[in-house]
């Protein structure tokens, strides 16, 4: 299986979240090939700001293995993680994280900079069908407006 | 009221964690004077590396009022946040962090350095009980050795 399919995956659940009026992220996370949690964004429907699609596959898959740290995991996400989700993926010891586009306004980089959030073994890919991923917000805010 | 006063308030749910096995951390979330939600570290209990005091409380206050920001709230935690907490913290736009015990390994600090993590209408107070904070911590880590 190839990063593309999962991130199709991550994608499908991002539309999820845009069909429902919330901001358009989808995540999946993968152990061997498997996807074993998956999670949109919910932060409108919760009245949560802390319901992201990351937190929400996360505790999924935790709840899944009945494990705190998923060091086999790969965690796809339509968009780059914010702040409080990349010190979640920190805490979760994930082996390998795929985002989709860059986010300039929310994404982690514009406060961590140049350091490193994630766990010292955790791997980023990034880029993965960046354009379907940015296009889906993108239209979202122009419907918005 | 004092900064003293409610954060022993986030001590006694602190020392709920300890009792339970858990890292002592607890937090209040405190508007009008008035504590609206409590948390402690549930980390061990739910199988979840996410489930900290900050988090909980916040969860617990947005649940309370209804409302995905805390524009009037303080929030009380023993330690400093972690970089996952202080994320959560931007998100709800809250209107105080006050924290006792500074965290030099996990602390968001550490990733963050000079950025400023919170929302930029967010104060920061810290040092209230620091060394009650940090004690219980201090003890934690000796017992568990």
Redesign the interface.
């Known amino acids: 299986m190839t990063h593309e399919f999962f991130m199709q995956q991550a994608l499908k659940e991002a539309q999820k979240a845009y069909s429902e009026g919330e901001i358009p992220v989808g995540a999946v996370v993968v152990i061997n090939d498997r996807i074993i949690a998956r999670g949109h964004n919910q ?2 429907r ?5 319901a992201h699609a990351e ?1 929400i596959a ?2 999924s898959a ?2 899944f293995l ?4 998923l060091p086999e995991g790969i965690l796809y996400v339509s968009v780059e993680p ?7 993926l ?3 010891k994930i082996s390998k994280i795929v985002w989709g586009a860059d986010d300039e306004k929310n994404g ?1 980089k514009r ?3 140049e ?3 994630f766990h010292p073994k955790t791997e980023v890919v990034k880029g993965i069908l960046k354009e379907d991923c940015a296009l889906l917000m993108k239209n979202f805010f122009k419907d918005k407006r």
């Open positions: 932060v409108e919760l009245n949560d700001p802390t937190i996360l505790t935790f709840n009945g494990a705190k740290y914010c702040l409080m989700c990349a010190g979640a920190y805490w979760s982690h406060v961590t900079g350091n490193w959030p």
